[in-house]
């Protein structure tokens, strides 16, 4: 079992940059874990942003909305994973969160998919201004 943190949203402006961590604790080997982000604004569904395999996550996927100024990666000696947001739009605005899978089986297919996820952050407000 793992328990996620994250942290490092707010009110920010268009353009510049930004990176939200998150923090992973508990019995289980952060390594293991496959991982992705997701956003909620308001209104809207759970969707996909970013995801990055275990061990070293030498493979890394990204959402249309978001690819050529995002960046996922993990520090697996922090038990942490970030998204890097640069570019930032005010589309961007939305809850964040970081979400955690231990079974490989099936994520290849379907990282994008939110409930193959087995463990969740609280979320972390991100507000983009124009």
């Known amino acids: 079992q793992v328990q996620l943190v994250e942290s490092g949203g707010g009110l920010v402006q268009a353009g510049g940059s930004l990176r939200l961590p998150c923090a992973a604790s508990?019995?289980?080997?952060?390594?293991?874990?496959?991982m992705g982000w997701f956003r909620q604004a308001p209104g809207k569904e759970r969707e996909f942003v970013a995801a990055i395999s275990r061990w070293s996550g030498g493979d890394t996927y990204y959402a249309d909305s978001v690819k050529g100024r995002f960046v996922i990666s993990r520090d697996n000696a922090k038990n942490t994973v970030y998204l890097q947001m640069n570019s930032r739009k005010p589309e961007d605005t939305a809850v964040y969160y970081c979400?955690?899978?231990?079974?490989?089986?099936?994520?290849?297919?379907?990282?994008?998919?939110?409930?193959?996820?087995?463990?969740w952050g609280q979320g972390t407000q991100v507000t983009v201004s124009s």
């Open positions: 979400a955690a899978r231990l079974e490989s089986s099936v994520w290849y297919a379907r990282f994008r998919f939110p409930e193959i996820y087995d463990y």
């Open positions: 508990g019995r289980s080997t952060f390594r293991m874990y496959y």
